[in-house]
């Protein structure tokens, strides 16, 4: 009987995880099984740029995964039970489950709404393929003039404000930001940043909480009214509930707390990467949601895992974070350093070289997940004991 390895997602984490393990593991030995809800693999850092317009060709996980021996299955995760070793999936071809000796969990994340009345009914989103979509075809049928509102100052607000006024420049583009826009970049990468704004007329509200939406305005904590046709939510990422109702030890994020290894500190069959998993990066702080983290997180989980199931000691993969890399449009980008505690550092990459780096950041992780068998060893590795679930088990 082979080891099953069962991978839930495949976005940035999942997906290079399973082409990894594929790479680097027998097939006589393992069976590797990625679970995904939608058929391509969806590059999310892109998905601004679906919701205004542009053009993009998605990779269909089928042809990505074609050769590598990873089986891929096409449904929706509704549960874990990690007592009994299963996931509850549900298709279109019914419900069913799947079992495994070893869960990468990778499910990612989705809009936060944080609650705010309205947002749920009136507020449009970039953070998945389906809400971006929705998002596109509206703003297809806005007239010159209509009045677009981003809220959000982080990395996907300043990205999606500036995309939108970029491309749609007879569109009327706010963003409502709960401080100061930029205010964590250095001086003057902020200067640039802001600089960017004006040229792109995007009109900003500082210290604007907003507290309700509705169809044609946003109403902020003082009872400001701003109005937008369309209000695009970009207030952070939250993770899917099912690890925190599986009873996985979760954070009060509902990311599933792992150890240095990304292992689940409460079922150790259990591995987590990208943005549902609650890792402590080298300077002691939780790695943010990024695409930077996932593949931290995906490097290190792989990296464990291969090593337990073949029993070698468990490399340490880094878990530094350097920057941020913002998009200000397709022309101009910010690549802001950070130190090790997360402060800016004086030193910025703006302009047109920061843009071509940052377009060559995205190629390169799209190019990194659509080969996945890339670098593939010649002789890949047989697991350390009889491959039978309890043997492998005693040696991991
Ligand atoms: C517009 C935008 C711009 C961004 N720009 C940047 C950037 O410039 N730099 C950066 O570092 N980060 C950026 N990010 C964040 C980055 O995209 C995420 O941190 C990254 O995608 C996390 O990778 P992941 O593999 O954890 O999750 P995802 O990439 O979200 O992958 C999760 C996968 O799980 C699947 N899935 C989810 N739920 C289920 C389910 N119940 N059943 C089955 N399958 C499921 C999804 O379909 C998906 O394939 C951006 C995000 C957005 C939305």
């Keep these: 009987m082979k080891h099953r390895i069962v991978v839930l997602g495949a976005g940035y984490a999942g997906a290079f995880a399973a082409g990894n393990l594929a790479r680097r593991l027998s097939p006589l030995d393992i069976e590797i099984t990625v679970v995904n809800a939608v058929p391509d693999f969806v590059e999310r850092m892109r998905l601004h ?28 995760v509704t549960g874990v039970d990690p007592g009994r070793r299963t996931v509850a999936v549900t298709g279109e071809d019914g419900d069913g489950e799947l079992a495994y000796d070893t869960l990468l969990y990778a499910l990612g994340s989705s809009v936060a709404h944080h609650g705010v009345p309205g947002v749920v009914e009136y507020a449009f989103d970039v953070t998945g393929r389906s809400s971006a979509q929705r998002l596109r075809e509206r703003l297809a049928g806005l007239g010159e003039g209509g009045a677009v509102l981003v809220v959000g100052e982080g990395l996907t607000g300043i990205e999606t404000a500036t995309e939108f006024a970029e491309s749609r420049p007879d569109l009327s583009v706010a963003l409502a930001a709960r401080g100061e826009l930029g205010a964590w970049l250095s001086p003057k990468a902020r200067r640039h940043l802001r600089h960017a704004f004006d040229r792109l007329g995007i009109a900003v509200h500082e210290h604007t909480g907003i507290e309700a939406v509705e169809p044609t305005r946003a109403i902020a904590a003082d009872g400001t009214s701003i109005p937008a046709d369309v209000t695009v939510w970009s207030a952070g990422f939250a993770v899917h509930p099912i690890a925190a109702a599986s009873g996985l030890d979760v954070a009060e994020t509902g990311q599933i707390v792992v150890d240095r290894t990304m292992r689940s500190v409460s079922h150790p069959d259990v591995y987590a990467a990208g943005d549902c998993a609650y890792a402590i990066g080298e300077n002691g702080r939780p790695l943010p949601m990024s695409c930077a983290s996932a593949g931290f997180t995906n490097l290190q989980a792989t990296a464990a895992i291969i090593a337990r199931l073949t029993a070698r000691d468990v490399p340490t993969i880094g878990l530094k974070y350097y920057g941020n890399h913002i998009s200000l449009g397709r022309r101009d980008a910010i690549f802001q350093m950070v130190d090790t505690d997360v402060r800016s550092k004086s030193w910025y990459l703006g302009g047109r070289t920061a843009a071509r780096l940052k377009s060559g950041v995205l190629k390169g992780a799209g190019w990194g997940i659509a080969h996945p068998t890339f670098g593939m060893p010649k002789r890949k590795r047989r697991l350390a004991t009889v491959p039978d679930r309890a043997g492998v088990r005693a040696a991991a």
Excluded at 61 to 73: K, M
């Design 49 to 76: 740029q679906l919701a205004i317009g542009q053009n993009l060709a998605f990779r269909k996980l089928a042809d990505v995964f074609e050769g590598t021996g990873v089986r891929l299955r096409l449904a929706r």
